[in-house]
């Protein structure tokens, strides 16, 4: 055991899912290794800290998700996150083991530990999943639900929006939603 990782150790919860493991947080970042045809934007670890800075500006609870050292994250898994990451490798097949993944996301994201937490928050720090929920209901009246790859590519793309952008979008979304027939 790391020297002094005991009081850490001590003050674990486990899940048996990781959509139970993520229950009370507002914005989840998941990182990978490989490609997938299904995701098609990847944060690098340094364009992933000012995004980060702005989203504890108006959300409570992040997480940041490692798969398993043997096979990462599944899809499914994937799919429950705000944003995907990888560490950018000029190998042709990338080869970090957890533990350096870990070690290079710690020593990017370090000086997010130096900040305070807002004494109010700027927004509701639900804002992100409503806008999600609005999206798809507003897709549905479309009668386009069941283009998987749009639905997908909104998801992707919302986690990006910072806080003025997810109020903009929300009052855009009243419009739309106002001057649609029943």
Same mark, same amino acid.
């Given at each position: 055991?790391?020297?002094?990782?005991?009081?850490?150790?001590?003050?674990?919860?486990?899940?048996?899912?990781?959509?139970?493991?993520?229950?009370?947080?507002?914005? +989840?970042?998941?990182?990978?290794?490989?490609?997938?045809?299904?995701?098609?934007?990847?944060?690098?670890?340094?364009?992933?800290?000012?995004?980060? #800075? #702005?989203?504890?500006?108006?959300?409570?609870?992040?997480?940041?998700?490692?798969?398993?050292?043997?096979?990462?994250?599944?899809?499914?898994?994937?799919?429950?996150?705000?944003?995907? +990451?990888?560490?950018?490798?000029?190998?042709?097949?990338?080869? $970090?083991?957890?533990?350096?993944?870990?070690?290079?996301?710690?020593?990017?994201?370090?000086?997010?530990?130096?900040?305070?937490?807002?004494?109010?928050?700027?927004?509701?720090?639900?804002?992100?999943?409503?806008?999600?929920?609005?999206?798809?209901?507003? $897709?549905?009246? $479309?009668?386009? &639900?069941?283009?998987?790859?749009?639905?997908?590519?909104?998801?992707?793309?919302?986690? $990006?929006?910072?806080?003025?952008? +997810?109020?903009?979008?929300?009052?855009?979304?009243?419009?739309? &939603?106002?001057?649609?027939? &029943?």
């Amino acid at each position: 055991m790391a020297h002094g990782s005991g009081d850490i150790l001590d003050g674990i919860t486990t899940y048996p899912t990781l959509a139970e493991a993520l229950h009370d947080v507002d914005f +989840t970042v998941a990182t990978t290794a490989r490609s997938r045809a299904r995701f098609h934007y990847y944060a690098t670890p340094q364009q992933l800290l000012p995004l980060l #800075e #702005e989203k504890a500006q108006w959300m409570n609870h992040t997480a940041l998700v490692f798969g398993r050292e043997d096979a990462g994250l599944t899809n499914e898994e994937l799919a429950l996150a705000d944003v995907l +990451t990888g560490v950018p490798m000029a190998a042709d097949y990338p080869s $970090l083991n957890l533990g350096q993944s870990v070690m290079v996301y710690c020593y990017q994201l370090a000086s997010l530990m130096q900040q305070t937490a807002p004494a109010a928050a700027a927004a509701d720090h639900h804002q992100l999943q409503a806008l999600r929920t609005r999206t798809l209901a507003l $897709l549905s009246r $479309l009668g386009v &639900e069941d283009d998987a790859k749009l639905a997908d590519w909104l998801s992707q793309r919302l986690g $990006l929006l910072q806080q003025r952008d +997810t109020a903009m979008l929300h009052r855009l979304l009243h419009d739309i &939603e106002k001057n649609l027939p &029943e």
